[in-house]
């Protein structure tokens, strides 16, 4: 099992920008695909970006593509880099591990590991 802590988050105002950090602890080496997971109140836990965790590919929603975020990683850690926060992207980011490839785990139940999330609050 991989056990997954975030840290970064905070309250932020609209034009900011902040990076989020995940950081991965137990059989790392299992691991295929990481990524980025946010959920507002109210709406569905949302896909944000991932990462193939052997070759640093990263990917990100089909249709909104890359936007304001940048996925990265260290050696055992994972980042998000946010530009330009908005009021709508006020949400609990999450890491997530999945045993499938990427590109293909693209949503919630593709996931069996996950962190407990970071708190993301925007306003003026």
């Known amino acids: 099992q991989v056990q997954l802590v975030e840290s970064g988050g905070g309250e932020m105002q609209p034009g900011e920008s902040m990076t989020l950090t995940c950081t991965a602890s137990?059989?790392?080496?299992?691991?295929?695909?990481i990524a980025w997971f946010r959920e507002a109140p109210g709406r569905n836990r949302e896909f944000v970006a991932g990462?193939?965790?052997?070759?640093?590919?990263a990917y990100y929603p089909p249709l909104s593509g890359k936007g304001r975020f940048t996925i990265s990683r260290g050696k055992n850690t994972l980042y998000l880099h946010i530009e330009s926060l908005k009021s709508e992207d006020a949400a609990v980011y999450f890491c997530?591990?999945?045993?499938?490839?990427?590109?293909?785990?693209?949503?919630?139940?593709?996931?069996?590991?996950w962190g407990q999330g970071t708190q993301v609050a925007v306003s003026p």
């Open positions: 137990g059989a790392t080496g299992s691991i295929h695909t």
């Open positions: 990462m193939s965790w052997l070759d640093n590919e």
């Open positions: 997530a591990r999945s045993p499938f490839a990427a590109h293909v785990a693209l949503t919630p139940g593709h996931f069996d590991d």
